[in-house]
């Protein structure tokens, strides 16, 4: 199987864009990330695969963590957190007793882990919904390997 076609044939995949985010003491930790789902309304769960092979892999490992849906305005967040760091960063954090989460985002959901799984090369991040809010508003898509806009009617 040509794997490269393989992701091609993923990214037909239309899906919305997070940043999810986690604590290691006092320090701020991010990644982009589009696979991410909600599994299970009781209790309220959801997931997210994360690549071994990232330092956010060990980040997230037994560790709270903050699902932060961007809308269509923060394409800039989602390259500062997908490895093009920006050297001001595009965003301010907002703290609360679960980490930082990234303000004005059109949604956040904080959890604390419930359980993980393996993904093959990615580890499968179960989180138990703990608190969240959204904002109504255009996500952040992205299709092709590229953001796009979701329209809505």
């Not at 760091?85 to 990234?102: A, C, V």
Request: charged share 25%.
């Amino acid at each position: 199987m040509d794997l490269k076609e393989f992701r091609n044939c993923m990214g037909r995949f239309a899906t919305g864009v997070t940043v999810v985010t986690c604590n290691e003491g006092d320090d701020c930790h991010g990644l982009t990330a589009n696979s991410f789902t909600s599994v299970s309304l009781e209790p309220p769960l959801v997931l997210v695969s994360i690549d071994r092979n990232t330092k956010a892999y060990h980040k997230l490992k037994d560790n709270r963590f903050i699902v932060n849906i961007l809308a269509a305005n923060q394409e800039d967040i989602a390259l500062h957190f997908a490895g093009k760091p920006y050297e001001t960063l595009p965003f301010n954090w907002e703290k609360t007793d679960y980490g930082h989460r990234i303000k004005h985002s059109l949604a956040y959901i904080e959890c604390e882990p419930w359980a993980e799984y393996d993904g093959g090369d990615h580890v499968l991040f179960l989180g138990k919904v703990i608190n969240f809010n959204y904002e109504n508003g255009e996500p952040l898509g992205y299709y092709g390997g590229k953001f796009s806009k979701i329209v809505q009617d």
